[in-house]
């Protein structure tokens, strides 16, 4: 297994949190909250609306929204781009650290992690555009997960220059090192 920096292991671990966070916030019906005297609380996420006193043929109180707006389109497409990004970015990250320490790969992540985080405020956007108050807690959970991508990208940033420079790390009783170079070739 490759030695990283610490760097890395930080931007690594924001990722884990900030995947835990989109995936709840993408999935909770807390997105908006609000308490009304005829239907009690009531809660909207992007899949679906729950309120107190409104029960389902089977019983719930959750039921799917019913006619789709263009910002509640919009804010389910790119929090689950964000979704999928951060799951892509993490793959990537484990395949960087057990196998393959290139710095073409950690240029990706990087460049990844500052879309997966555009895709997670885009859609926070989107939702506030509809819905501008009482936000509840899913909400704010997406957007500190877009907020951990972007610190995640520029911790990133240094773990890619050590790559490109050249490293030499000591770790227990062996020697890691990793150089890139160049090589020039002259045709006559």
């Not at 490759?2 to 930080?10: G, N, Q, R, T």
Request: charge should be positive; hydrophobic fraction near 50%; proline fraction near 2%.
């Amino acid at each position: 297994m490759f030695i990283v920096s610490v760097y890395f292991k930080v931007a690594f671990a924001l990722i884990c949190v900030g995947l835990v966070f989109e995936v709840i916030g993408f999935a909770s019906p807390y997105w908006t909250s609000w308490d009304t005297r005829s239907h009690g609380d009531t809660n909207i996420g992007l899949w679906q609306q729950c309120t107190d006193r409104y029960e389902t043929r089977t019983g719930g109180r959750c039921y799917k929204h019913g006619n789709i707006s263009a910002a509640l389109g919009a804010a389910r497409a790119f929090s689950a781009i964000a979704v999928i990004l951060f799951v892509v970015l993490l793959i990537l990250l484990l395949i960087y650290w057990c196998q393959c320490p290139r710095s073409d790969l950690i240029l990706a992540c990087i460049i990844i992690s500052f879309i997966t985080a555009a895709c997670a405020l885009i859609g926070v956007i989107c939702w506030a555009s509809e819905y501008d108050r009482n936000l509840s807690w899913a909400f704010y959970l997406c957007i500190i997960a877009g907020i951990l991508a972007v610190i995640a990208g520029i911790l990133l940033i240094p773990e890619r220059r050590i790559i490109v420079i050249g490293r030499t790390t000591t770790g227990g009783a062996s020697t890691v090192r990793t150089v890139t170079t160049t090589r020039t070739v002259t045709v006559r």
